[in-house]
């Protein structure tokens, strides 16, 4: 009897333990309600679900992430923090057996990782990202099989594998280990879960755009992400960023334009800012003013401020008007923080510029390089054209301006006329070591790598990587090291 009575709890037991991570149809609604950004109709539908299962949580903490990251509220940021232990300790009591246990503790650690990261706590996101890696190390090898698992590791392989030369150090004492070319792969595994598919697609565009090459495959699959998921919010906006990103400005204003919008939507005040971008790169300076001016007043966080203030200053230099011009570019200097790498940018313009170290010869320049990062490349050239190397007095400007025409000629599929240019500008960058000579070395590769000239591809990543300081390291150092990679494939 006591046998049969043991047998009979041991059966009612496992399926009680099974529940405690369950995807029911409410939660997959609210998660891919969360992916479009419908952040109310997802808590709306997660007040319908069990607390206590582990998925819950996992979904209830993204929407904190969703809506931290996109409304950048410093207020909110703090009245939220909170929740990340208590979340933790909640999945914490639950099935140590079931291969989610670990990976919702994992995923809460990197929602919170993000968050801080975007707030600028950089040292307890660190500390997240680093128990989140063991949590998923520990997981693959207690469930190899498990697919979910690899969507997360994947994304901190790469991570890992994107590290600094110079901080590898750091990775090896912590047992971290990882790179970009694993990590990928373990993304598209991810891909083949259908709850995470999209999520994973996303990932591994992301990755492809910023860190390694983003080709015209990658492009078609980021078009057909948008058509599939033409109520996607998030969607538009990853599209947009990402063909910017490969100066595909005039697809991305497509991208953006045709958002899906309304109440039912998270506010995004930062696509105004990424119009503005794409107005000021066509030169269209009035209109880049005016969706300054909306992110502006739509926007209640700190980031971005001294970005939004530095691209407004822009729109009037370069139109020689300076007595409007001037403030702006006072308020960069006063506002915000330097947080993001725009606002890190705007700022060293800013004290350049009062510095007297910006010549006014930086205007061609600028409009050369705004043109080129959208893709409106005939007007970049014909403005390059109209001015020989020998006009600009400085060396910095020399070596820029080689380097923007090396760029002209390389989007424009025109590699031979290219090389010559990123060639001088390696030359003239050499004795100060300035960024162009890196940047031109890193072109240099990829176009010697296009020629299947695999020896002088190596030979300019190698070059690429030998600048020891400049304000780029980090990104050219991961895609030359990306790139080296790819060569022994």
Not at 114 to 143: C, H, M, P, T
Not at 439 to 451: C, D, E, F, R, V
Request: hydrophobic content about 40%; overall charge positive.
């Amino acid at each position: 009897m006591n046998r049969c009575l043991l047998l009979f709890c041991l059966l009612l037991c496992r399926p009680l333990a099974a529940q405690d991570f369950a995807w029911t149809p409410g939660l997959q609604r609210a998660y891919v309600d969360l992916l479009k950004l419908k952040v109310a109709s997802a808590r709306q539908t997660l007040t319908g679900e069990p607390v206590t299962n582990g998925m819950h949580i996992y979904t209830d903490d993204f929407a904190d992430m969703v809506t931290l990251l996109v409304a950048d509220e410093e207020q909110a940021f703090n009245q939220l923090a909170k929740r990340e232990d208590q979340r933790l300790s909640q999945l914490q009591k639950l099935d140590s057996k079931s291969p989610w246990q670990r990976l919702m503790q994992a995923e809460v650690r990197l929602h919170w990782a993000f968050v801080k990261l975007k707030f600028g706590k950089e040292i307890s996101a660190s500390w997240d990202i680093i128990r989140a890696y063991k949590l998923l190390a520990e997981n693959q090898k207690l469930y190899p099989s498990f697919i979910p698992t690899y969507k997360s590791l994947g994304v901190l392989h790469i991570m890992i594998g994107s590290v600094p030369e110079n901080y590898t150090w750091v990775t090896n004492l912590l047992g971290l280990k990882g790179s970009i070319r694993q990590g990928l792969l373990e993304i598209q595994r991810a891909q083949q879960d259908p709850i995470f598919r999209t999520e994973s697609q996303m990932i591994e565009l992301l990755v492809r755009a910023y860190i390694t090459q983003f080709t015209d495959a990658d492009q078609q699959k980021l078009k057909g992400l948008v058509q599939e998921h033409p109520d996607n919010l998030l969607i538009h906006f990853f599209a947009g960023t990402t063909a910017m990103k490969n100066g595909r400005s005039e697809q991305a204003l497509a991208y953006l334009l045709d958002r899906p919008s309304g109440p039912a939507y998270l506010a995004m005040p930062i696509i105004y800012n990424l119009l503005g971008d794409i107005y000021l790169q066509k030169g269209r300076y009035q209109q880049a003013l005016q969706q300054y001016q909306q992110f502006l007043t739509t926007y209640r966080g700190q980031n971005f401020l001294k970005d939004s203030y530095y691209k407004q200053f822009l729109c009037y230099w370069l139109t020689n008007n300076d007595t409007r011009a001037i403030p702006l570019l006072q308020q960069v200097q006063q506002v915000g923080h330097t947080v993001v790498e725009s606002d890190k940018a705007a700022q060293k313009f800013a004290e350049s510029f009062f510095s007297k170290t910006i010549s006014s010869q930086q205007k061609i320049l600028m409009q050369a390089r705004l043109a080129t990062d959208g893709g409106y490349l005939d007007t970049a050239l014909t403005l390059m054209r109209s001015y020989p190397e020998a006009h600009f007095i400085q060396l910095p400007d020399r070596a820029e301006y080689n380097y923007r025409l090396g760029r002209i000629y390389q989007r424009s599929h025109e590699p031979d006329q290219a090389i010559p240019c990123f060639e001088r500008a390696i030359a003239l960058s050499e004795s100060a070591q300035l960024s162009f000579g890196a940047t031109s070395a890193l072109q240099l590769g990829y176009i010697y790598q296009q020629k299947r000239n695999i020896a002088k591809a190596r030979q300019y990543f190698e070059k690429a990587l030998s600048y020891k300081k400049h304000e780029y390291k980090n990104s050219v150092d991961n895609k030359a090291r990306a790139g080296l990679t790819s060569l022994e494939e």
